[in-house]
């Protein structure tokens, strides 16, 4: 019993001081978690063994195509159904002569035609453990960059603390490392923990706590991991004194603390971080180049239905008529948020996993700044910067860095409420309201910045929504219900997966169909 409690304060001393991947690999080390088998590969299906059958995909985003192109190889005559006249789904990048549409509005993008300046409206980031989508990346030749997630150089804002001023992500996270520290080694000195620790154990962990928190002899007086007043330089120009430490009372008015400190530590935020050069949408375009004969553009989908042991799917087309088509199987990978809204005979229990499943107003915001101010003015290449208002998040290209102009996100918003009220605003007010919370971190932004661009997912006709939102008790109910497939009726996408919101969730889920179908087959074929 002494054990466990001893492990259990352990677990949360970590988390709380170095964020939730390393507590997820102290439960792992521990023995309170299994380690997630590792990942299987590609689904590996016998050449020709689909000769004969057909299979329906419904949506060219990347579920759609990762199936269409492994259930291609083996042979499956398959044919790809999607609403829009572009391949990708919600992975969509804009560039300049781009044009964003939402159901009450278009905007022209209007940044500059060059290679670095473009906006990724859906995902941004692919950690390096996601290798499903890694591997594609790899097979089709895309290729990769570093990108910077997490920056001490970047700054929290909120106006509820420190004046409503602007403060050094570096001195957030080590004064708050010290400060803690501090505590804790003063209450290993006066013996409190005392029933916890041995003699050995004791002294071993005032050391690591010391080292941990940057201590001098268990007091925090400031680091330099925090920074400087004046930073070391050349001849006799010594480092000046470090950056005065935060004040505690103000580290917990702000908001800084609850996840945005430690952010960039969680299992899926965490370096190595990568983009394709060039913008997401180059694994789009890599996919596409080699399902694109099997993909109908502008064909939205009106009906789905069962049709003797296979299945029957009608769409229309832009003159507005109706064609149907049947196959042994379809794989549906439409948003649900879309999905609930089509005619169609699936049974009860995958009707309401469908209803069940809740999507975020994710939004996002973006300008090409004329001049890269974050980089000239305050030293920030790349990352993220936080705010407690609306805005969330600014994010820093890494692309281009050092070149003169840039387009910089002035907006990354996943709560529903904010999202909801920000998409509700004509687009010359969102961007106004970007601007002014913007200019709270960086007074230069207004006048640095041109044009303006802003996605409201929610309002985004065949998605609907940013990615899929269940709660435990749908989690629990309602989602092993499509996750076991309805007859001829398969379903992937990043809602079909525990991670949600990322493309490597919609990877594994197609493979997931594609070994389905293959099984179905092969008994069949007994």
Known sequence: MQNAMTRRRLIQMVGTGTGTAAAYATMQAMGFMATPAAYAGTPDLPIGSGQGR???VLGAGIAGMVAAYELAKAGYEVTVLEATDLAGGRNRTYRGGDTIVEDDSRQLVDFDRDPSLYFNAGPARLPYHHQGILGYCREFGVALQPIVNENRGAFFQDDAAFDGGRVLNRQVVNDSRGIIAEMLSKAVGTGVLDQELSGLDKERFLDFVSSFGALDDGTYTGTSRGGYVDAPGSGLRP???????????????SDFWGYKMHFGEGFTQAATMMEPVGGMDMIAQAFAERVGPMITYNAEVSEIRREGDGARV???TPD?????????HIVVTIPFSVLRDIDNDFSAPIRSSIEAC???????????AERRFWEEDDKIYGGISWSA???????????GFGQQKGVVVGAYIWSNSIGERFGDMPLADRLELVLEQGSKIHPAYRDAVTGGSSIAWHKVPFAKGGWASWDDDARAAAYPAVVAGDGPFHFAGEHMSYLTGWQEGSVLSAHDCVNAIAEHTRLADL
């Not at 107003?361 to 973006?366: L, V």
């Open 389 to 399: 208002n609306d805005i969330t998040q600014i994010w820093y290209p890494t692309a």
């Open 54 to 56: 057909a299979v329906t």
């Open 314 to 316: 009608t769409y229309r």
């Open 358 to 368: 809740g999507y975020v107003a994710a939004c996002k915001a973006a300008f090409q």
């Open 320 to 328: 507005g008529s109706a064609r149907t088509l049947t196959s042994d």
């Open 239 to 253: 480092p000046g004194a470090t950056l005065p430490v935060l004040d505690l009372g103000e580290l917990l008015a």
